[in-house]
């Protein structure tokens, strides 16, 4: 994979400053991250508590490496200035690449990606990290598709290392390049991959849970479950992930993953995330899914 990044590195834009869009569990993950390993980022959001909590994460986090002895006190500033967080698009025409990080709904993003289009410069490549929504389709309304692709990043981003870098029918070697060069600036595992609903981890991903609501349908316990696949090795359960993940991005994703795949991903009736999302208990984001996280 190193060699790979090798390879696109020729056609990359050098990335001096990010932009993300939406401060939430992902959107923060990212503003953190990328200040982290040395690129600047602005980070916006249409609401001020989502903006103060991606702060929040991140000096939680920061505090964490100072603890561990991973990173001196002092340069726990230097990572914290280089977060510019923005309730508007004052400086998005110094953008070089923007992560646009809002909630998974094809309509909001086409209308945030179509509005940033008109913020950064000609060149600025524009990404989204979308779990399933097509990139041809968020593609279809935008002036400049070329300059436009998937870069799906995994939650917790400072944990996961994996990042899909996805392809659009018309998206440029440019706009690949620069994004595989981001992911890898970031300290993170770029592969790049063709489009469709899901792309390839949440194509693996959903079936699992289509396989984990229909253990519950049947009447399994769900903390049951949980344990059995941790003893299996994974380092957490369906249930937890889901609360990990956001069962309204669950939920969003679900859908998608149903009508991309609807022979193997449709589930008939009520499930058990429709359950969760319609008590409002969300998962980690609001400390209640199907754990409880107070
Ligand atoms: P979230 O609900 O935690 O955060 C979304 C943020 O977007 C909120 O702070 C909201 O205020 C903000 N927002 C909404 N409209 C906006 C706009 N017009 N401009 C700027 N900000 C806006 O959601 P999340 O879990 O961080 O998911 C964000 C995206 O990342 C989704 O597309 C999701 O599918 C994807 N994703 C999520 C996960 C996960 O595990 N949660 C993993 C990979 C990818």
Redesign the pocket.
């Known amino acids: 994979l190193k060699h790979k990044a090798k390879r696109w590195a020729k056609d990359a834009a050098d990335v001096k400053l990010a932009a993300v869009?939406?401060?939430?569990?992902?959107?923060g993950g990212v503003a953190y991250q990328s200040a982290l390993k040395g690129t600047p980022i602005i980070m916006?959001?249409?609401?001020p508590e989502?903006i103060a909590l991606g702060l929040k994460e991140a000096k939680k986090l920061l505090l964490k490496r100072i603890d561990k002895g991973r990173m001196k006190p002092d340069q726990m500033a230097d990572v914290l200035n280089s977060i510019t967080p923005a309730l508007n698009y004052g400086d998005f025409k110094n953008v070089d690449l923007v992560v646009e990080?809002?909630?998974?709904n094809p309509k909001?993003k086409d209308a945030?990606l179509r509005e940033v289009e008109g913020q950064v410069r000609e060149d600025a490549i524009l990404t989204s990290?979308?779990?399933t929504i097509s990139i041809d389709l968020l593609a279809k309304n935008l002036k400049r598709p070329e300059n436009f692709c998937g870069m799906?990043?995994?939650?917790p981003v400072h944990m996961m290392p994996l990042v899909e870098v996805i392809r659009g029918k018309k998206t440029s070697d440019r706009a690949i390049a620069t994004a595989v060069a981001y992911a890898t600036a970031m300290g993170k595992t770029p592969i790049v991959v063709n489009d469709c609903p899901g792309f390839l981890v949440n194509r693996v991903l959903f079936p699992y849970f289509g396989g984990f609501i229909g253990l519950v349908r049947d009447g399994a316990d769900f903390q049951k479950v949980d344990k059995v696949m941790e003893k299996f090795g994974w380092p957490m359960g369906p249930a937890y992930l889901l609360d990990?993940?956001?069962m309204?991005?669950g939920k969003h994703?679900g859908a998608v993953m149903a009508e991309g795949f609807p022979d193997r991903m449709k589930h008939e009736g009520t499930t058990a995330i429709d359950v969760m999302f319609d008590n409002k208990r969300y998962g980690q984001?609001n400390e209640k899914g199907f754990y409880r996280y107070e």
């Open positions: 869009l939406g401060a939430g569990i992902m959107g916006k959001d249409i609401n989502g990080a809002v909630v998974e909001v945030v990290n979308t779990s799906h990043f995994f939650n990990v993940v956001g309204d991005t994703a984001k």
